[in-house]
């Protein structure tokens, strides 16, 4: 069973950046989808970017030219590089792991398909 760590998140200004860190326990991290999600005070949850087995990403148009998605799998981990960073970026983000079949060489940004969450670290810029 795959289990997820997150780390990484903390309190900064507007403009500044951040690195988050997620870390998958299981034996198959290369062949799976991985996501980043985050989710605001009193709003669901939403996508903001993802990356395949082959290390193609994918983004919200809000984040495009701001954050990057990376995976090292090597070492199981996946990173979130956050860039200038604003006020409406605050929010607890997670990282989740599509693990219904590998290797998986597309992924989306829709929350319901990914099936293993971490816990969540929280991201505050004020």
């Known amino acids: 069973h795959v289990q997820l760590v997150e780390s990484g998140g903390d309190s900064v200004q507007p403009g500044g950046s951040l690195t988050l860190s997620c870390v998958n326990s299981?034996?198959?991290?290369?062949?799976?989808?991985m996501g980043w999600f985050r989710q605001r005070p009193g709003q669901p949850r939403e996508g903001v970017a993802s990356i395949d087995s082959l290390g193609v990403p994918k983004y919200r148009d809000y984040v495009k030219d701001r954050f990057t998605i990376s995976r090292d799998n090597t070492a199981n981990t996946l990173s979130f590089q956050m860039n200038n960073l604003r006020a409406e970026d605050s929010a607890e983000y997670f990282c989740a792991v599509y693990t219904r079949s590998r290797p998986c060489q597309r992924s989306t940004l829709v929350v319901g398909w990914w099936d293993t969450w971490g816990q969540g670290t929280q991201v505050t810029v004020s």
């Open positions: 299981g034996d198959t991290f290369p062949s799976h989808c």
